[in-house]
Structures are given as structure tokens and as C-alpha cells.
């Protein structure tokens, strides 16, 4: 069976078409814009919408690695779909390839390139292959349960360690400014949010969740949001009583020119829209607003991982380069989507061919 083909078992046919033709698109809008001399922007894009979806793919595992150590019964009817996400993992690999090859052109002058892209691609391959494998071993018949759990318990740590590296090497190296060392755990804890919400946005789109069970995601959503916004609280405030210029000057080229009204975005869609709309036990429990407030938040991690790259850079981003940008991450999107739409649960009166 091909790709299309599995595709279309969870995406239909006309969902998995558009996504092949996306990935066309986004592939295309890449050696457009290298050849057009936007190399530094597209490669940008290109970084920034890799850490979002591998960050989708691995929090979405991590997600289920953490039920299963936990022995989370509640949890059972959604772990297909957070293990679908190891689909996406040797084509995320196949992009970061891409990425390590432009490293050069992200880093400042001078910067040693070789090291790191050699450490994202090590690093990448090591939390691909653990996940791959922790699902595996989960996805046996009469599958040992000690082996599963020691296997999830593998994967955790190294994701953790590994989404550290790629936050280093693709957040911190790129910048001019200081090495703030919450980024990697802010990164990491983002990712599994993005995870946890792309679960949740499924299981309330597909229906395969009852009220109880959307509370309980809805639960988990709005005490991950209240910690990723923690973390970002805590990369804030010293920086502005401390007030020393270079470390100022890295948020401050979040808070002016086209920046902001992304910065302000962000904000709400992570933090304050969920936090009002899953407040209630009453609006967790519906499909609808599960829905909203999960895809609320991807959307603004989607938005604050090009926050995470961007302005660091310091481009001048006009409509021709903006519109690669938004190529490139349109391919990337589909891509995953394509990986993984032979695994999701049918939509509501579907059934698999």
C-alpha cells in the first residue's frame, strides 16, 4: 500500500491529495527560495516549522510513554493516536538533513557549523529510534508490560535530552545574544503541550473520547499551559530586572516591528484563550471546546517556534520571502499529516477501507 493510499484511510482521499500536493508545494518553495538568494529565510522557515512538527510527533509519544508508565487506564482509547505520531519520524529525520545541511547559513560568521549538525542529526536519530521502538514493543501482541514501561521510561529521558539539543543548536547557536538556559526545557515542555493538544484535538474531532475523557484531557491541558507559561515567565522576569542590554535586547526584537503583534498572538492563543475557555468543567467536557482550545494552541506554538528562530536572524522578510516561508511550512504540515493519516481514527461515519 502507498502512502497516499494509507493517508487517505484517516484523511480521505481528497485530504491525502491535497497534502501530497502540498508536500510538492513546500519542497518546491524551498529550492525556490535558495535560489532566489533567500537561503538564511528559507532555511529559518524550514527549522522553525521542523521544531514544531518533531516537536508534535515526539511530545505526542512522550505523551503516551508517560500513561503507560503511569499505568493510565483513563488514557487507554487515545494512545493509538498518540503513537501515531512515530509515522512522522523518519521523515522529520529526512527534513533535519536538510536543516544540518544549511547549519552554516543560520549560525553567526565564524560559527563552527560541522559539530553541531552532526549532534542534531545523532540526537534526532537516537529519540527516533527510541520512540519507534517504545511503540513497537506496545504494539505487540501479549506485549511484556516491564519491557514496555522500561522502554517508555528510555524514550522520556531521551527525549528530553535530545529536544535539549536541538533547542541548543537551533534556538541558542543561531542567536547573537545569550545562551538562556531555560530555552531548552521551555522548548521540550512546549513540545509535549503541542503534543498533548494535537491528542486532544483528535480525539474531539474523531469522536473517539467521552466527557469524561475530554475532561480529563482538558484537565492536563490547562496545567501544561499554567507551566509552559511559567517558563516563560521565568525566562521574563529576570531579564527585566536584571535590565542588562544584550540579554534585553533579545526580547525586545520580539516586542517591536512585525514581532509583536505575533509575541501578543502567541499569548493568547497558548495561555489566556485556553485558560479562560478550559476553566469550566462543564465547557471541558464538550467536543467543541476541547476542540477550540486545542487547536488554539497548537496554532500559537506553530507561531512561537518561528519566534524561537526569526528574530534572532534579523531578516528582512518581504511579501516574496513570506510567502516561501509560508510554502515551506505548508509542506512541512503536510508532510506530517501524510505520515501519520493512515494511523488516526476514522472521522465520525467513516470507516476504514
Not at 517508555?152 to 541558542?172: H, I, R, T
Not at 516561501?324 to 494511523?343: D, H, M, N, Q, Y
Request: charged fraction near 10%.
Amino acid at each position: 500500500m502507498s502512502v497516499l493510499e494509507r493517508a487517505a484511510s484517516g484523511l480521505g482521499r481528497g485530504g491525502a491529495r491535497a497534502c501530497a500536493a502540498a508536500s510538492v508545494v513546500g519542497a518546491a518553495a524551498l529550492v525556490s527560495g535558495v535560489a532566489a538568494g533567500g537561503t538564511r529565510a528559507a532555511l529559518a522557515a524550514l527549522a522553525a516549522s521542523w521544531l514544531f512538527f518533531a516537536g508534535v510527533a515526539a511530545g505526542s509519544v512522550a505523551l503516551s510513554a508517560a500513561v503507560r508508565l503511569a499505568s493510565g487506564g483513563w488514557a487507554r482509547s487515545i494512545l493509538p493516536v498518540a503513537e501515531a505520531g512515530a509515522a512522522f519520524f523518519l521523515p522529520a529525520w529526512a527534513w533535519l538533513v536538510v536543516v544540518a545541511a544549511g547549519l552554516p547559513a543560520l549560525l553567526p560568521p565564524g560559527a563552527p557549523a560541522a559539530l553541531g549538525a552532526s549532534r542534531l542529526l545523532v540526537s534526532a536519530a537516537v529519540v527516533f529510534w527510541a520512540g519507534r521502538r517504545f511503540v513497537s514493543l506496545a504494539h505487540r501482541e501479549q506485549a511484556d508490560s516491564t519491557r514496555v514501561r522500561s522502554a517508555a521510561l528510555g524514550y522520556v529521558l531521551v527525549y528530553v535530552l535530545g529536544l535539549s539539543v536541538w533547542a541548543f543548536d537551533l534556538v541558542l547557536r543561531p542567536s547573537a545574544g545569550p545562551m538562556f538556559t531555560v530555552v531548552p526545557a521551555y522548548y521540550f515542555l512546549g513540545a509535549f503541550v503541542s503534543g498533548l493538544a494535537w491528542v486532544a484535538l483528535v480525539a474531539a474531532w474523531r469522536d473517539v473520547s467521552g466527557p469524561d475523557l475530554r475532561h480529563d484531557l482538558g484537565k492536563l491541558l490547562f496545567a501544561f499551559i499554567v507551566v509552559w507559561t511559567y517558563l516563560l515567565w521565568a525566562l521574563y522576569l529576570p531579564t527585566w530586572y536584571g535590565n542588562v542590554p544584550e540579554e534585553v535586547a533579545v526580547l525586545l526584537r520580539r516586542w517591536s516591528g512585525g514581532y509583536r503583534p505575533v509575541t501578543v498572538t502567541v499569548l493568547v492563543a497558548v495561555f489566556a484563550w485556553p485558560f479562560w475557555l478550559l476553566f469550566s468543567e462543564r465547557l471541558k467536557r464538550r467536543r467543541s471546546t476541547l476542540a477550540a482550545g486545542a487547536g488554539a494552541i497548537l496554532l500559537g506554538l506553530w507561531g512561537e517556534r518561528f519566534l524561537l528562530v526569526f528574530p534572532s536572524l534579523r531578516l528582512n522578510a518581504g511579501a516574496a520571502t513570506l510567502l516561501v516561508c509560508a510554502g515551506i511550512s505548508l509542506g512541512v504540515a503536510a508532510t506530517f499529516l501524510l505520515a501519520i493519516g493512515g494511523r488516526l481514527p476514522p472521522a465520525p461515519g467513516r470507516t476504514r477501507a
